[in-house]
């Protein structure tokens, strides 16, 4: 099984960007289809991205779409989210998951996804 540890997160204010990381061990990550989710306090995980095996494919949040950038580099096990323009609502938690499929789709429902990183904190300050 695949585990995922997220970096990146920080305090930034409104208007400046972020790029998050989410690095993985265990196996190759050449298999698994990925999403960014994220949960702020009090609410309801919720999706953000999502990128497709081969990263040919995305899918974004309307909240973010325009704004933020997923991407992968297979070759380094990583998967990135590349946050501009930022916003004092994009304050979470944002987490990485990953599904092993053979297929090119991209997943935007949480409950497509088997493996979970722990999390890195965004704060947006205004």
């Not at 899918?59 to 933020?68: I, M, P, W």
């Amino acid at each position: 099984q695949v585990q995922l540890v997220e970096s990146g997160g920080g305090l930034v204010q409104a208007g400046g960007s972020l790029r998050l990381s989410c690095a993985a061990s265990g196996r190759t990550l050449s298999n698994y289809a990925m999403g960014w989710f994220r949960q702020a306090p009090g609410k309801e995980r919720e999706f953000v991205a999502a990128v497709s095996v081969s990263g040919s494919s995305t899918y974004y949040a309307d909240s973010v779409k325009g704004r933020f950038t997923i991407s992968r580099d297979n070759a380094k096990n990583t998967v990135y989210l590349q946050m501009n323009s930022l916003k004092p609502e994009d304050t979470a938690v944002y987490y990485c998951a990953g599904r092993n499929t053979g297929n090119t789709g991209v997943y935007y429902s949480e409950h497509a996804y088997n493996t979970w990183g722990q999390g890195t904190q965004v704060t947006i300050s205004s």
